[in-house]
């Protein structure tokens, strides 16, 4: 039987508009087997999994766990572990660092102020300082979530690892498996998918100049959908590869007037946006967004015990108006 990823790879998927959303990612080590919930199913006490899970809904903070490229010998949990905060909108970005022997501490963390950009609670808890190193390039690795991810995710963190590229982790879900293998790097906070090893080292040295490659890039995390979607058709438009150049300051869902006869050419009650994006030089797009689905109906995931037709982002028209002076 064909994987999810091979399947959405032959009918050619659009991977646009389909990044995780978190404005603030925070990653803690832990070595070791996961689970399909690795917060609850690895050496991570399940009991401080469950809070962080709790204390994370609905302040833009996506918690994850990371652990070192290479074979994942069930030897308990190391004595201190690296956790990282990384902060993704455009002109605020930041990856904080800390090392920890305790991971109840991270219940003490502000994350409603974490996803604001805020890591002033991260510093004090955890002894946090700027990460200085290399971006971050975290890898999905977890087979016990979907196999793809195992199958092929594995390999590419490997061979990063190998190849010399420092700040590789595996992570435990970026989802989207049917992508995979799959990679987001960090402070910026864009996601890939379909990465192979070469594309990855491309993206990793244009993410140390503080560009961003398009090649299937799936969106900015700190984006919806749409927005991430409508982002990605503007740097395809004009070429604009600086990474925190551009930023989705407005989506406005469309409300469609059923008796307008362009209304009804139109795909019934599929939803429509329309996304302003804004350059820092004063210009601004306007973007028009509609969610298709993805056909023939698929296996989303390996796991899936029914077929779907995952939703698309579709981008419509996009259209500059005059310039109307610089952002401040």
Aim: with cysteine.
């Amino acid at each position: 039987m064909s994987t999810c990823a091979t399947v959405s790879l032959e009918l050619d998927e659009p991977v646009a508009g389909t990044a995780a959303m978190a404005t603030t990612w925070l990653l803690l080590e832990q070595p070791g087997p996961w689970g399909a919930n690795a917060l609850l199913s690895s050496h991570l006490d399940p009991a401080v999994g469950r809070a962080l899970e709790r204390a994370a809904k609905g302040t833009g903070v996506r918690v994850a766990l990371i652990r070192r490229p290479g074979r994942h010998a069930d030897c308990g949990t190391p004595q201190t572990r690296r956790v990282y905060a990384a902060h993704t909108v455009p002109g605020r970005t930041w990856v904080r660092a800390a090392v920890t022997d305790d991971s109840a501490l991270l219940l003490a963390l502000d994350l409603a102020a974490l996803g604001r950009g805020d890591h002033r609670s991260f510093d004090a808890v955890l002894g946090g300082v700027p990460h200085t190193g290399h971006p971050l390039a975290l890898v999905c690795t977890n087979g016990k979530r979907d196999r793809c991810c195992a199958l092929l995710g594995r390999p590419l963190a490997a061979e990063l690892a190998a190849s010399g590229a420092e700040g590789v982790w595996e992570v435990t879900h970026l989802g989207g498996h049917r992508f995979a293998p799959t990679l987001l790097v960090l402070p910026y906070g864009y996601a890939y998918g379909r990465v192979r090893a070469h594309t990855a080292g491309e993206i990793l040295h244009r993410v140390r100049e503080g560009r961003i490659s398009l090649r299937d890039c799936r969106g900015r995390s700190a984006w919806e959908l749409p927005g991430q979607a409508a982002e990605l058709a503007v740097r395809a438009a004009t070429g604009e590869d600086r990474a925190d150049a551009l930023r989705v300051v407005r989506v406005v869902e469309v409300v469609r007037d059923a008796r307008d006869p362009q209304d009804a050419r139109t795909d019934g009650a599929a939803p429509r946006w329309e996304v302003t994006v804004a350059h820092a030089d004063g210009r601004h797009w306007q973007v028009e967004v509609a969610q298709g689905a993805a056909r023939p109906p698929r296996r989303e995931s390996c796991g899936a015990s029914v077929l779907g037709t995952p939703a698309r982002m579709d981008v419509v028209a996009v259209r500059e108006p005059a310039v109307q002076g610089a952002l401040a």
